[in-house]
């Protein structure tokens, strides 16, 4: 598989199969990752990967977490078109795709709470950050979390980035004993796909090229 192929075949799963993934392959992918490119070559990234107990701890730990006190905030506090649109029409899209209605709350609060199970998968990385970095740092952890899902889509696994463990950051912290001061950035889920899943037949929608493109010069 080329990167273009991984690039179209990439996308969130929410289901996994109960299959581990080997360690060796794991280790492969979270070292070839860090090719990433990385502005000063300062590779601020520090990676977390759980898998059997050690992920089943956190797991079983996570009722007992609460969200940071200062979280902050995934999406600007007021959103503006067309992203409020885009927003809004994924959320609608991936519940619809579970069967679960708007006005269900109750299937919308369990659905994000499988965020903390990782959606079943066998393993968990955590992609944290030491807090003093800026905002071009965090660029570079969104470049190694992208060339860590196309690694592993090319080695015909299955991941699903997760932005939710920012919330649960000083609990997650101290669970995995990271060094003072750094913070969860995002974490990932990586697997095997349950392709027989509703949820995994959905995919979301982009953008025409003209909507965010320009190209000048050309010929």
Not at 30 to 57: E, F, K, M, Y
Not at 162 to 190: C, E, K, N, T
């Amino acid at each position: 598989m080329n990167v273009e192929q991984a690039m179209q075949q990439r996308h969130s799963v929410r289901a996994f199969l109960p299959r581990t993934v080997d360690a060796v392959l794991v280790r492969d992918l979270l070292a070839q990752a860090g090719q990433a490119a990385s502005g000063g070559n300062l590779q601020p990234w520090r990676v977390i990967a759980l898998t059997g107990d050690s992920l089943q701890a956190l797991r079983q730990a996570m009722p007992e977490a609460t969200p940071d006190s200062d979280a902050a905030l995934v999406y600007p506090a007021q959103l503006w078109e067309p992203y409020r649109s885009r927003r809004f029409d994924n959320g609608e899209d991936l519940y619809r795709s579970l069967g679960i209605v708007r006005e269900d709350r109750s299937g919308r609060q369990q659905q994000l709470a499988r965020n903390t199970h990782m959606f079943g998968a066998p393993v968990g990385v955590f992609i944290a950050v030491d807090s003093r970095m800026l905002h071009a740092q965090w660029v570079d952890l969104g470049i190694y979390l992208q060339s860590l899902m196309l690694l592993a889509t090319g080695k015909g696994l299955a991941t699903c980035a997760q932005g939710f463990w920012r919330s649960y950051s000083d609990f997650v912290s101290r669970h995995l004993a990271l060094p003072q001061g750094y913070q969860i950035a995002f974490g990932m889920a990586l697997g095997y796909e349950d392709s027989a899943a509703p949820v995994n037949q959905w995919r979301s929608s982009r953008a025409e090229l003209r909507d965010w493109c320009e190209m000048r010069g050309f010929e």
